[in-house]
């Protein structure tokens, strides 16, 4: 199994969005956790919608501080993946274990606009993120291969989708 951590700068959408869909796919083969560097303190209501219209469990997704898991007795991470820009170069801890790493950039779709404009957003994320996702989860390697899974996730690249 995997512990793997989603890091973002809020904590509200995009990481949150990766550690449902990583959660629900990977069918316990993947712990997931996200977290931000500065924590919104609340989950975006559009996640949480899209979520559910999804199908994915959204009981316990709540917006935390990275430093959650860089304290004493934190679950160790074997895999840390940023999702916005803020957060790949914001000064990240050292994480226990020096686990594997990776940037999936995905715009981020919590903005101020009008409702229709977030929502496309928000489905636009979401089917970049599930598509790294599952090209993480269908790999033919061991997640215990940290050379093979750090190779990988440096080769997955978020699609650039347009949604109609």
Known sequence: MLNALVLCTGNSARSILLEAILRDRSRGRITTHSAGSHPA???????????NRKGHATKGLRSKSWDEF????????????????????????????????????????????????????????????????????CADISFDDTASLQQLVTQIVPPQLVLV
Do not use: K
Not at 41 to 51: D, K, Q, S
């Open 41 to 51: 303190g609340r989950v975006h209501p559009e996640a949480l919608a899209l979520l």
């Open 70 to 137: 860089g304290q004493a007795g934190a679950v160790q991470m074997g895999l840390v993946i940023t999702v916005c820009g803020n957060a790949a170069e914001a000064g990240c801890p050292i994480w226990p274990g020096n686990p594997v790493t990776a940037h999936w950039g995905v715009a981020d779709p919590a903005f101020d606009g009008p409702r229709a404009a977030v929502a496309t957003a928000f489905e636009q994320a979401y089917a970049q993120l599930y598509d790294c996702a599952d090209r993480l989860i």
